[in-house]
């Protein structure tokens, strides 16, 4: 069974530049303003960095 990265919205402050959209390999987060980011679930290919480079926890893998 696959994962799903899903982004938990509370956990995410929402008031700065989002550091984990910088490390995703393959360009599946994006960022408006400073709004919670937003997931392509089309180009995501699961890998967890961004899971694990959140310091709010906010990106999750389940």
């Known amino acids: 069974m696959s994962k799903t990265l899903n982004i938990k919205t509370d956990n995410c402050p929402q008031n700065h530049p989002c550091p984990a959209v910088k490390v995703c390999p393959v360009g599946a987060l994006s960022q408006t303003d400073y709004n919670a980011p937003v997931i392509d679930r089309a180009k995501c290919i699961r890998c967890g960095k ?13």
């Open 50 to 62: 961004c899971s694990s480079f959140c310091p709010q926890k906010a990106l999750v893998l389940e």
